[in-house]
């Protein structure tokens, strides 16, 4: 009963609803990622890789140019030539594109150790570069309003961006030209190529589209979320993305909500290591909301799916 108590005691507090949000914005920006890749018809299974990829160029390039703006910038240009790299090995050599994703993925994980040895001389943590870190930001008037001040204003600039990008993407696919190509291509290519949309294209647009969300995502991660680059960092966030997007149903707004659950579950699990909880519990706890999370949606979709059958 103490345990309870002492959890409904973190949980509702000021800095637990803080940090959610910013916990949440490196999963928001891979799942919308998710998102825009998933309506093309194309699964970016690469967001764990490129979120690692890009989150080491920002650190790199913000450290060299002493600009954390320009180290972002480097940071979305390579997430995006990474992501249309999974596009070349999937659309023109035919590769299978599960593969391509976790070879990225594969990349991400030990050739950042490579290539951060080689731009700093360290292995594990960027100790030698002096990156620099996004902004935050006080909204005036609001950070001024009791509670809801304290929860909404001060976040790092790219914590506003991730939910801004859920309109946008929602702008995007639901509201202009592009977009409409985008859907018709991911629910029938064939279709869609009929009309004379050229549904490679559309797939690589969408994929360098999904790259720069999950570049920003992996910038956030060392320029936001922390002020440096650790190996494994994103630890997961590029999978849990793809389970918010799966139970968001493809939908930016329905992803942005699942993505703000499994943030509650990681805000959750880093708040219950003062309680005294063993550490192995404690890590579990964002996976377990994610495997509750899928075994609902599963049974949902299992649910549906029948009732159209009979």
Not at 117 to 132: E, H, I, V
Not at 192 to 197: I, L, P, T
Not at 266 to 281: F, K, T
Request: hydrophobic share 55%; net charge positive.
């Amino acid at each position: 009963m103490k345990m309870l108590t002492d959890i409904f005691g973190i949980i509702f507090t000021e800095a637990f609803a803080f940090s959610i949000f910013r916990i949440t914005t490196p999963i928001l920006f891979a799942a919308l990622a998710a998102v825009v890749a998933d309506r093309a018809g194309v699964t970016n299974i690469g967001l764990e890789g490129i979120m690692m990829i890009s989150a080491l160029t920002g650190v790199i390039f913000s450290a060299w140019t002493q600009s954390a703006w320009i180290g972002l910038l480097c940071a979305i240009l390579l997430g995006m030539a990474t992501a249309l790299m999974i596009g070349f090995f999937a659309l023109k050599l035919k590769t299978d594109i599960i593969l391509a994703g976790i070879a990225v993925n594969m990349l991400g994980s030990g050739g950042t150790v490579f290539f951060m040895y080689l731009a700093s001389g360290d292995r594990g943590y960027s100790a030698n570069l002096a990156s620099k870190v996004m902004p935050t930001v006080n909204i005036p008037g609001l950070q001024s309003i009791p509670v809801l001040g304290g929860i909404l204003s001060g976040h790092n600039i790219l914590t506003y961006l991730a939910f801004a990008a859920v309109l946008l993407v929602w702008v995007l696919l639901y509201k202009t030209p592009m977009g409409l190509q985008i859907r018709a291509v991911g629910e029938s290519p064939n279709a869609a190529d009929s009309v004379g949309v050229s549904v490679n294209r559309i797939k690589y647009i969408a994929l360098g589209i999904s790259g720069a969300l999950a570049g920003l995502g992996g910038a956030f991660m060392s320029m936001g979320y922390m002020s440096s680059f650790n190996t494994g960092m994103t630890a997961g966030r590029g999978f849990i993305a793809l389970a918010a997007e799966a139970m968001g149903r493809g939908e930016p707004i329905g992803t942005m909500l699942t993505s703000l659950l499994f943030g509650f579950a990681d805000a959750l699990a880093n708040n219950m290591q003062s309680l005294g909880l063993p550490q192995e519990l404690v890590a579990m706890t964002p996976y377990v909301f994610t495997i509750v999370g899928l075994a609902a949606y599963a049974a949902s979709t299992l649910k549906k799916n029948r009732k159209k059958l009979e």
